[in-house]
């Protein structure tokens, strides 16, 4: 089973921009597509950006342009690099596999995105 643990996340005006990252252990992470998720109050969990094992990347109309997932095989690493930040995207961010196999998620990352 995998384990994730988020971190990155913060408060950051309107704008602006952070880098997010999940570190994966536990599997053979390589081997799985993996995405970066979000849940704003109120909300359903919703798949925001997914990348295969070979690289290849999809977004979601509301990030694309903006967002920018990419992984690092050899260190276990997903990372979500986000810039023109809109307050409609503040949310708790988690990764996980795409699609999601029903195994356990991280503790997530809180975004914040006001001024």
């Known amino acids: 089973q995998v384990q994730l643990v988020e971190s990155g996340g913060g408060l950051v005006q309107p704008g602006g921009s952070l880098r997010l990252s999940c570190a994966a252990s536990?599997?053979?992470?390589?081997?799985?597509?993996m995405g970066w998720y979000r849940q704003a109050p109120g909300k359903q969990r919703e798949l925001v950006a997914a990348?295969?094992?070979?690289?290849?990347?999809n977004y979601a109309d509301s990030v694309k342009g903006r967002f920018t997932i990419s992984r690092d095989n050899a260190k276990n690493t997903v990372y979500l690099q986000m810039s023109s930040l809109k307050p409609e995207d503040t949310a708790v961010y988690y990764c996980?596999?795409?699609?999601?196999?029903?195994?356990?998620w991280g503790q997530g990352t809180q975004v914040i995105v006001s001024s």
């Open positions: 996980n596999q795409v699609p999601w196999l029903g195994g356990s």
């Open positions: 536990g599997s053979i992470f390589s081997s799985y597509a």
């Open positions: 990348i295969r094992s070979a690289g290849s990347t």
